[in-house]
Structure formats: C-alpha cells, structure tokens
C-alpha cells in the first residue's frame, strides 16, 4: 500500500493551490479517503473526507467553505482543492483511508501560506 502526495507549494494568502494524492495496493473505490493537515509543532487533524463513491464530503468548519475534497476512482487519486487559503493553512497535507489505520503513510505535501 501506498499513498504518494503533491502539488504543494509556496503561495500567497489568498491565494489556491490543487493537491493530489495517487494511491495503490488496495482497491481504491471501496474505501472513504480523508486528507489530513499538520501544521508546524501541532498534531495531525483531519480536514475533509470523502465517501467510497463521491457522493458524500465532509469537512470540520475552520476549512468548509474553502476546501473542497474530490476523488477519481478510474485513476485511485483523491484530490483537495483549496482556495482562500489562510497563513494557519501551512503545514504538510496527509491522504489516507480511514478505515485503513495500519497502512502506511506517505510522506505528505508541503503547503506554505504567506501573509
């Protein structure tokens, strides 16, 4: 198993930036698939979901609104669009399946915020 991130950068508060996240070794579509963020000197925290078909999101308040969480299932990808992003929003970004908490982890994409 595993899940390799990217599409992480330096930009400007405000500003938007697409990750993604390809994963392998499991069969992708029957599992929910989270993102995660860890920020600098803090525990990782969940920052949204999405259900094995792409039906169902859900995201924690500090991101709803600006965060958007999709997945390709034909491609084993799971996607975070976020926009408006915010200084708090630096940090490594982390996918993985829930529902999986043995499998290993990747090794994340910096985000970089700017004020």
């Known amino acids: 198993v595993q899940f390799v991130e990217s599409g992480g950068g330096l930009v400007q508060a405000g500003g938007s930036l697409r990750l993604s996240c390809a994963a392998s070794?499991?069969?992708?579509?029957?599992?929910?698939m989270n993102w995660y963020h860890e920020a600098p000197g803090k525990e990782r925290e969940w920052v949204a979901v999405?259900?094995?078909?792409?039906?169902?999101?859900n995201y924690p308040g500090s991101v709803k609104g600006r965060f958007t969480i999709s997945r390709d299932n034909a491609e084993a990808t799971v996607y975070l669009q976020m926009n408006n992003l915010k200084f708090e929003d630096t940090g490594v970004y982390y996918c993985?399946?829930?529902?999986?908490?043995?499998?290993?982890w990747g090794q994340g994409t910096q985000v970089t915020v700017s004020s």
């Open positions: 993985h399946a829930p529902n999986r908490p043995l499998d290993p």
């Open positions: 070794g499991f069969r992708f579509d029957d599992y929910s």
């Open positions: 999405i259900s094995p078909g792409g039906i169902t999101m």
